[in-house]
């Protein structure tokens, strides 16, 4: 069964950091692109980076490019997001999720295989 568990969410102030982390078993992590979503209250779901197998190809929606840094540690089966220079339009709920492929842009992530989330707060 394939497990995704965020954590690192938090309240935080304009201009603040946050480290997202996801745990993962249930598959053969180093074989599958991971990608991050988020949903800001009331809005539709939202994919926002992704990173392939490997680890070096890495892909951001506009919006989060030179803020958000995605990185993932093979090893411990763990992808991450680190988050700089928040804004309060980055509130929301935010998930990694399983790729369907080894690939890490978009067109390969899977909505449905998604954690249960951790939630990001940014207001002073």
């Known amino acids: 069964e394939v497990q995704l568990v965020e954590s690192g969410g938090g309240l935080v102030q304009p201009g603040g950091s946050l480290s997202l982390s996801c745990a993962t078993s249930?598959?053969?992590?180093?074989?599958?692109?991971m990608s991050w979503f988020r949903q800001a209250p009331g809005k539709g779901l939202e994919w926002i980076s992704g990173i392939g197998a490997g680890g070096l190809r890495k892909y951001y929606v506009d919006s989060v490019k030179g803020r958000f840094t995605i990185s993932r540690d093979n090893a411990n089966n763990t992808v991450y997001l680190q988050l700089n220079s928040l804004k309060s339009e980055d509130t929301a709920m935010y998930y990694c999720?399983?790729?369907?492929?080894?690939?890490?842009?978009?067109?390969?992530?899977?909505?449905?295989?998604r954690g249960q989330g951790t939630q990001v707060t940014v207001s002073s």
């Open positions: 249930g598959f053969t992590f180093n074989v599958y692109g």
């Open positions: 999720a399983k790729n369907r492929n080894v690939f890490g842009g978009a067109a390969s992530s899977d909505e449905n295989q």
